[in-house]
């Protein structure tokens, strides 16, 4: 076989498997380019809590509607997401933050920095509830030294005016052609009665209303009937689960556990409980509510890489009868 042949037969067997992998790729649910009509939304990042992952970015997700991209959360990695899902992230200029723990706004500052970077000119919308207008100007300030230095390399608008935060109470908090948006306060939060911070900070959940579906993003959140409310009727519930006795043991496990004062134990453990929700929580929810779908997001690391977190779906499975699926980084629903 001459040698142009031979190069010929590799094209033509490398362009076959291409075809034949493309449909099992398209099955996995990894997004591609968002379609322009109706309404879809992509898991960008799914892990819980501040820890580092190597198969999961932290807290966001990327809603679609009509073509017109929202982000809700902007945890660590959310540039890079947002790129994977095939997404511009030039476009994106309204942004919704549950709340201001580190897992859900540490990408932030990185994502409005790449907007100025590379040209965006309108500045970019942040809504999330008290504290989130003083973390949109930190991010700013984050990237401020290299606005000076980019400055000098012909960059004129300035990083400053790129970002507006807006704190927003309860019930309707925006709306715009493709969605309304509403908010309640979970029980994600039980700051102390004695603490400088009581009542200062607070935790939302959301509830998107698109032309063609409704899709309740819990956040991090406790037991909550204001969320369960929220939540009713709802296509898709897109909630955080998690099990405090699996995060102790892979503690205990990893030897930091017996690091911990009796009495940090013990609060650490009534965080766990009362601030976040279990499968069977999350499935009584669901039940309550009337949602037809269930996407289980925000998953503790269990020691196990790769964890499909199967269990979770069976628990929620007892107490609730409609379709759950366990969101992976980059899943379109």
Do not use: C
């Amino acid at each position: 076989m001459t040698k142009t042949r031979l190069l010929r037969v590799a094209a033509l067997s490398g362009a076959s498997l291409f075809m034949l992998a493309a449909p099992a790729v398209a099955q996995t649910g990894v997004a591609g380019k968002a379609s322009q009509a109706g309404t879809h939304f992509v898991t960008l990042g799914t892990t819980a809590g501040p820890l580092p992952r190597k198969d999961r970015a932290q807290a966001s997700n990327l809603l679609i509607v009509n073509g017109t991209t929202y982000l809700i959360d902007a945890g660590d990695g959310v540039a890079r997401r947002i790129v994977q899902a095939g997404a511009n992230f030039r476009t994106i200029g309204t942004i919704f933050i549950t709340h201001n723990h580190s897992d859900h706004t540490a990408g932030l500052a990185t994502l409005l920095d790449v907007q100025w970077e590379y040209s965006k000119r309108e500045p970019t919308n942040v809504y999330g509830p008290p504290g989130t207008d003083r973390v949109v100007k930190a991010a700013l300030d984050y990237f401020a030294v290299n606005a000076e230095i980019r400055s000098t390399e012909g960059k004129t608008n300035p990083l400053s005016k790129m970002a507006v935060g807006h704190d927003v109470g309860v019930g309707q908090i925006f709306a715009d052609a493709n969605i309304k948006v509403t908010a309640v306060e979970n029980t994600h939060f039980n700051i102390p009665d004695n603490s400088p911070y009581h009542g200062k900070h607070k935790s939302y959940s959301y509830r998107f209303q698109t032309p063609d579906k409704v899709i309740v993003f819990t956040g991090d959140t406790g037991p909550s009937e204001a969320v369960t409310e929220l939540a009713k009727n709802a296509d898709v519930l897109v909630s955080e689960v998690l099990s405090a006795e699996e995060i102790k043991q892979r503690r205990i496990k990893a030897g930091d556990w017996q690091k911990l004062s009796v009495a940090e134990q013990t609060a650490f453990m009534k965080h766990l409980t009362d601030e976040h929700v279990t499968p069977t929580e999350v499935g009584k929810m669901a039940t309550k509510a009337g949602v037809k779908m269930v996407v289980l997001t925000h998953l503790a690391f269990s020691g196990k890489d790769n964890d499909d977190y199967q269990r979770y779906v069976d628990e929620v499975g007892r107490v609730y009868k409609g379709k759950v699926v366990v969101a992976k980084d980059l899943m379109r629903f």
